[in-house]
Structure formats: structure tokens, C-alpha cells
């Protein structure tokens, strides 16, 4: 039976996330600091002999075709050298909301990328790999890079970022923020002045589009209310997903055991190195 290769496909959070500019093509320039979480999906690669891709995803209701995690294989299978590779059935246990601000189509595609190009033994570079990372989408290369990382541009030109240990208390209601919406929003700011990484650590930073979302969707003020009961609290990108920051795992438990049933909540710990790249390399 053919070996498979089972890797966690890490959630990140936008410490902060400011707009600083708009681009002639439309992109957004940006200043991020992205953090890994312990905390995402798992994947499960194992390779077949009919040289086909197939993607079981139970639970979503996207085309495999058009996901993510499908995309990047047949993108590595295109630049691969000219030879034939190995088929290849992915499985995806989806715990990552869609719509949440916490890369989890992005981390699928990176996670699925790195996979491949060792299962495949393709030997592109890092470097290789980020640069059709990012024809997928932003925030593809952060998890290719596979470490905590102080971003610009429009997101790919990385500063790998070592942060003291922290735990997360990561709250998503029942909603879908819709990125584009929020990019598109007329009434988003677009003109906050870039700061340097100092800055940010002494304590002057926001979520450019958190007040945004908060007025565009109920359902995410609200948890912004009960969160900041507790701890200052924070969206993550575009959201839905609202963060708060604590120094142990048994404060963010703690608040977690409170949170109104009606919203789903995970704890999970900061990492500086992404445990796929832990695991490959």
C-alpha cells in the first residue's frame, strides 16, 4: 500500500494589518505581520500509480477543480520537469472556516506545494515554490516560507519574525466576510502610513478593516463585544474571525469555557516555524 504523508496545514492571524496605499492593477499595498497557529487542517497525500489527481474534501461545497489544494497540485504538475509523475489522492479534514481571515486556503495550498515537491522529488528551491505560490493567491508564500513573518507589498515580500510564545483564543461566528467586499468597500481606509517593525511592538498598530467589517456585520461586533469583556481583542484580515491574545493556555481556556454557544472558538499557540516545514525539512 502506498505510503501517506499526514501534515497539519497551520492557521495564521494578522497581528495587525494596515492599508497604505492602492496600486494601478488594483492590489492593495499593505503592512502585516502574520503569526502561525498549532491549530489548522489536516491533509493526507498519498500517492497512486494512475498519475490522475483526485481531492476527496468532505463538507465542501466547492468543485474540487476550483479549490485551492487542487489548483496547486496541477500548477506543480505543470512546472514540473517533463516526465511522468505519480498520481496523487488528497484529503482534506477541514477545520479552518472559509471566510474567516485565517489563511486556510492559502495554508492548503502551501501545505500541498511542499508535499508534492517532495513526494514528486521535484527539488524546486523555497524561492521557486513561493513565486507560483503567489500566482494562487497573497498570502500563499507566508505559509510556503513556513515561518512568522513581518509582511509588505501585497503581502509577499516577507521578514522572517521570531515572537515570544503566546496563546490565541480564536473566535469565528456564523458568517462569511467576503474579502472582496471589504477591499472594494468604498468606506475602507487606504491611506494609513507605514510603520516601522519597532512601532508595532510598542503598541501602535489596528486592523484597517475592523471597523468596517464591525459595521458591515452584526454577527462579528457582537463578538467583538464579549471577547473585550476579557482581553483587547482584534480581527484577523478581512475576518469574520476575532482574536484575543493571552500569555498561557490555561487564560485562554479559561475564557473559552465561557463562550456563548452559539459561536465557535479554538485555543491554539503561536509558532514561529510552520510544522510542515518542521516536518519536510
Request: aromatic letters at 12%; hydrophobic letters at 40%.
Given at each position: 500500500m502506498a505510503s501517506t504523508l499526514t501534515l497539519l496545514s497551520p492557521a495564521k492571524l494578522n497581528l495587525f494589518l494596515h492599508i497604505t496605499g492602492r496600486r494601478p492593477d488594483g492590489y492593495h499595498e499593505l503592512q502585516t505581520l502574520f503569526q502561525l497557529l498549532d491549530w489548522g487542517d489536516w491533509l493526507e497525500f498519498t500517492p497512486g500509480a494512475s498519475g490522475e489527481i483526485s481531492l476527496a474534501a468532505p463538507g465542501l461545497d466547492i468543485p474540487p477543480a476550483d479549490n485551492l489544494i487542487y489548483r496547486a497540485a496541477r500548477l506543480l504538475q505543470d512546472a514540473a520537469p517533463a516526465r511522468e509523475l505519480p498520481g496523487i489522492h488528497i484529503r482534506v479534514d477541514k477545520r479552518i472556516p472559509a471566510g474567516a481571515g485565517l489563511g486556510g486556503g492559502s495554508s492548503n495550498a502551501a501545505t500541498t506545494l511542499l508535499a508534492l515537491n517532495r513526494l514528486w522529488q521535484l527539488g524546486l528551491t523555497r524561492g521557486e515554490l513561493q513565486a507560483l505560490g503567489a500566482t494562487l493567491g497573497a498570502d500563499v508564500?507566508?505559509?510556503?516560507?513556513?515561518?512568522?513573518?513581518?509582511?509588505?507589498?501585497?503581502?509577499?515580500?516577507?521578514?522572517?519574525?521570531?515572537?515570544?510564545?503566546?496563546?490565541?483564543?480564536?473566535?469565528?461566528?456564523?458568517?462569511?466576510?467576503?474579502?472582496?467586499?471589504?477591499?472594494?468597500?468604498?468606506?475602507?481606509?487606504?491611506?494609513?502610513?507605514?510603520?516601522?517593525?519597532?512601532?508595532?511592538?510598542?503598541?501602535?498598530?489596528?486592523?484597517?478593516?475592523?471597523?468596517?467589517?464591525?459595521?458591515?456585520?452584526?454577527?462579528?461586533?457582537?463578538?467583538?463585544?464579549?471577547?473585550?469583556?476579557?482581553?483587547?481583542?482584534?480581527?484577523?484580515?478581512?475576518?469574520?474571525?476575532?482574536?484575543?491574545?493571552?500569555?498561557?493556555?490555561?487564560?485562554?481556556?479559561?475564557?473559552?469555557?465561557?463562550?456563548?454557544?452559539?459561536?465557535?472558538?479554538?485555543?491554539?499557540?503561536?509558532?514561529?516555524?510552520?510544522?510542515?516545514n518542521a516536518y519536510l525539512y
Open positions: 508564500p507566508v505559509f510556503v516560507g513556513g515561518h512568522t513573518a513581518w509582511a509588505e507589498g501585497i503581502g509577499e515580500v516577507l521578514t522572517p519574525v521570531d515572537l515570544p510564545e503566546r496563546w490565541y483564543l480564536v473566535i469565528t461566528p456564523d458568517c462569511h466576510v467576503s474579502t472582496g467586499q471589504i477591499f472594494s468597500h468604498l468606506q475602507l481606509t487606504r491611506n494609513t502610513a507605514p510603520i516601522k517593525m519597532a512601532t508595532f511592538f510598542e503598541g501602535y498598530s489596528r486592523n484597517d478593516c475592523q471597523e468596517l467589517v464591525r459595521r458591515l456585520y452584526p454577527d462579528v461586533d457582537a463578538v467583538f463585544g464579549w471577547l473585550e469583556r476579557f482581553a483587547p481583542a482584534r480581527l484577523t484580515g478581512t475576518g469574520a474571525s476575532v482574536f484575543a491574545s493571552f500569555g498561557t493556555e490555561a487564560e485562554a481556556g479559561a475564557v473559552l469555557r465561557q463562550l456563548p454557544q452559539r459561536w465557535a472558538g479554538v485555543t491554539a499557540r503561536g509558532l514561529n516555524t510552520s510544522p510542515v
